[in-house]
């Protein structure tokens, strides 16, 4: 935690002293306007201070948002671009046992304004990217021992959805539009629903209680509920239709009361640092029937590596798809080898959404879009 509070300072520096300050042909005034620019675009994380939020939500509306966030990110590639040149630069030194021998001068204007250039241009395509609409994502899921009446059986996994202060209502309302004009059997949203109190973003989340599916909206906790008020939080979906399954189960049936699958979730696995019982696969598979196939919830996707020879189906997200190459195969790392799109695990088939919207702490994609996803389930 103390090298994620460090680390903007140290970006900052390393912009202002390792590619600001060399250009010398640069006049004055322009060099402490980038350092304005880059050296505080470097901070934004902080601007809760000024904007009553907290680093996990700043409460920033939309365009402020979007405004710092694309200088924040730009600032965040120049950095990098600043030490990939620094790399080089070393290496050829070392090559040539020459330590006055340079192939990209940091005084050179012409490399610093492409430089400036690729910074932007990423920054703020990552950020248009990441406030994007989500696209449609369609799986087609063969399940042993499915019963006949679940055949064609249609899901559809909503996750990450992460309602904040630069969240429009429109967004939420054609989110909601396209699922149910997609006439689902079951809607399961795979946590991370809000970043902020009930007072702040009732307008927009009770817009989700217009979701209908055949048999139901089902959903788990994730993690961003733990921080914006994890009881008041499932009380409020609940009362609104959405059934949250936390270490629980249920039997879908038809309308001729037919059992067609077990429905299972756990609560995020990171609920017993707040006082909270802790994940439990156990308990939430202890009322299921062995002869139907189970599909199971959880924010995140490391738990999958239990459920090998559990669950025939398991609906995750939490990655945000890992966000941008690179970055993914370390979120892969750390998620138990998950992060995006479907994995086959023993019995298993394993979903993980991108997530339907993307966090305000770190709104930017360049890979993996946002997604809605659609399943259907086939014998």
């Not at 900052?12 to 060099?31: D, E, G, N, Q, T």
């Not at 309308?255 to 979730?265: A, I, K, R, S, T």
């Not at 090998?308 to 990655?319: N, P, Q, R």
């Amino acid at each position: 935690m103390l090298a994620f509070k460090l680390f903007p300072f140290i970006q900052a520096i390393v912009i202002i002293m390792c590619f600001i300050l060399p250009l010398k042909k640069v006049s004055l005034k322009y060099r402490i306007l980038l350092a304005l620019i880059f050296g505080l675009g470097s901070l934004k994380q902080y601007i809760y201070i000024f904007s009553g939020g907290d680093m996990m939500d700043p409460k920033l509306t939309r365009y402020p948002a979007i405004f710092f966030d694309t200088i924040y990110f730009s600032s965040i590639f120049l950095f990098l671009l600043t030490l990939l040149r620094m790399l080089i630069n070393g290496l050829y030194k070392l090559s040539r046992l020459n330590f006055s021998k340079l192939i990209i001068p940091a005084q050179s204007t012409r490399y610093a304004a492409l430089f400036l250039l690729i910074a932007c241009l990423i920054g703020g395509r990552a950020v248009f990217n990441g406030f994007a609409s989500p696209v449609d994502k369609f799986y087609e899921i063969s399940v042993k021992n499915l019963p006949a009446e679940a055949n064609d059986l249609r899901i559809v996994e909503l996750a990450d959805l992460h309602i904040s202060a630069p969240t429009i209502t429109s967004e939420i309302e054609d989110i909601v539009e396209r699922v149910n004009k997609n006439e689902p059997d079951l809607i399961l949203i795979a946590g991370d629903f809000v970043d902020g109190s009930i007072e702040e973003l009732d307008h927009m989340t009770k817009i989700l209680f217009k979701l209908k599916a055949k048999y139901g909206v089902y959903a788990v906790s994730g993690n961003h509920e733990l921080y914006s008020g994890y009881k008041e939080w499932i009380d409020y979906f609940e009362k609104g239709g959405i059934k949250f399954l936390e270490n629980d189960s249920t039997i879908i049936r038809n309308e001729n009361d037919v059992p067609l699958l077990n429905l299972c979730g756990v609560i995020d696995i990171s609920a017993s640092r707040f006082h909270l019982p802790a994940a439990d696969i156990a308990k939430a598979t202890a009322n299921t029937d062995r002869k139907l196939p189970t599909i199971f919830m959880s924010h995140q996707p490391k738990i999958a590596n239990q459920l090998k020879e559990i669950s025939d189906l398991t609906f995750c997200g939490h990655t945000h798809g890992g966000l941008m190459p690179g970055l993914k195969q370390i979120v892969a790392k750390v998620n138990g080898g998950y992060v995006s799109g479907l994995y086959n695990t023993g019995r298993q088939r394993v979903i993980v959404s991108n997530g339907t919207r993307i966090w305000a702490g770190a709104p930017l994609r360049l890979h993996d879009p946002s997604q809605i996803v659609y399943v259907t389930l086939k014998q």
